[in-house]
Nanobody, 121 residues
Framework: QVQLVESGGGLVQPGGSLRLSCTAS????????MGWYRQAPGKERELVAT???????NYADSVKGRFTISRDNAKNTVYLQMSSLKPEDTAVYYC???????????????WGQGTQVTVSS
């Protein structure tokens, strides 16, 4: 089994910054893509940013130029640096990882428990 543990959420004023971290642990042979999703009250979960093991990145249009996703493969950790935060960025942010438990095992998707980000004055 694989566990994802997020940290770094909190309350921040508009225009401020936060850095989220997510570390994967457990029975991990390899990790393919890792990413961040978010879900605001009354809305569906949406993609924020993803990164592959090779370092390719993909961002939602709403966060391009403000958020940066990065990854430390040696630590099985993905980060999300969020800047110029807006009230509409308020949501629960979830970490996501596609992992294999063994060389011949299936690629499975795992989710973290979520961390609250609130942007408000």
């Amino acid at each position: 089994q694989v566990q994802l543990v997020e940290s770094g959420g909190g309350l921040v004023q508009p225009g401020g910054s936060l850095r989220l971290s997510c570390t994967a642990s457990g029975s991990i042979f390899s990790i393919n893509a890792m990413g961040w999703y978010r879900q605001a009250p009354g809305k569906e979960r949406e993609l924020v940013a993803t990164t592959t093991s090779a370092g390719s990145t993909n961002y939602a249009d709403s966060v391009k130029g403000r958020f940066t996703i990065s990854r430390d493969n040696a630590k099985n950790t993905v980060y999300l640096q969020m800047s110029s935060l807006k009230p509409e960025d308020t949501a629960v942010y979830y970490c996501n990882a596609n992992c294999k438990a063994s060389m011949w095992g299936a690629l499975r998707t795992y989710w973290g428990q979520g961390t609250q980000v609130t942007v408000s004055s």
